[in-house]
């Protein structure tokens, strides 16, 4: 079976930089189970896997505008400490925290540590770089109903309920 529309695709993936650095790999994990054509993965990312199958390997480049975006030089804000999660670490420059928003935990990176806030970057850690992924598609199956009625994948790799 092959990735399309309606489909539950899994597979392992390897993140690099620009500079061919590692920056995530999913193979010490669960792989990643994401139901295709909901964006629920980079809609860059996901038009690549489309058509694919079980057993084959692809590597796909992406834009800083096909991926997180462009870096924002006034992205920049000062958050009160409270606002900020970093259980049981003491927060530093170039850490990447989340801060809870009225729309829920947000990544940011943190800029300058005060005594009762933090200046942090609100752009996406990966905001601005072009980055490759090598990937190993794993599995496809047809979704269920609740998967698509939901939006998202079920079970291992995907969203619990």
Same mark, same amino acid.
């Given at each position: 079976m092959q990735i399309?529309?309606?489909?539950?695709?899994?597979?392992h993936y390897t993140l690099r930089g620009e500079d061919g650095a590692e920056l995530e790999n999913s193979r010490a994990g669960e792989p990643?189970?994401?139901?295709?054509?909901?964006?629920?993965?980079?809609?860059?990312?996901?038009?690549q896997l489309a058509g694919h199958a079980p057993g084959e390997t692809l590597a796909v480049t992406l834009a800083p505008e096909q991926a997180y975006g462009l870096r924002h030089a006034d992205s920049i804000q000062r958050v009160p400490l409270k606002h900020i999660r970093a259980p049981g670490r003491r927060? #530093?420059?170039?850490?990447?925290?989340?801060?809870?928003?009225? &729309? /829920? @935990?947000?990544?940011?990176?943190?800029?300058?540590?005060?005594?009762?806030?933090?200046?942090?970057?609100?752009?996406?850690?990966?905001?601005?770089?072009?980055?490759?992924?090598?990937?190993?598609?794993?599995?496809?199956?047809? #979704?269920?109903?609740?998967?698509?009625?939901?939006?998202?994948? &079920? /079970? @291992?790799?995907?969203h619990h309920h």
């Open positions: 399309a529309s309606g489909t539950v695709a899994s597979f990643v189970a994401y139901l295709h054509g909901h964006g629920n993965i980079l809609p860059a990312l996901e038009e927060l #530093a420059p170039g850490m990447v925290v989340a801060v809870e928003t009225g &729309h /829920g @935990a947000r990544q940011v990176t943190v800029v300058k540590v005060g005594k009762f806030n933090a200046d942090v970057d609100t752009n996406h850690p990966l905001a601005g770089r072009t980055l490759s992924f090598d990937i190993e598609v794993l599995d496809v199956r047809v #979704a269920s109903e609740e998967e698509i009625t939901h939006g998202h994948a &079920h /079970g @291992a790799g995907g």
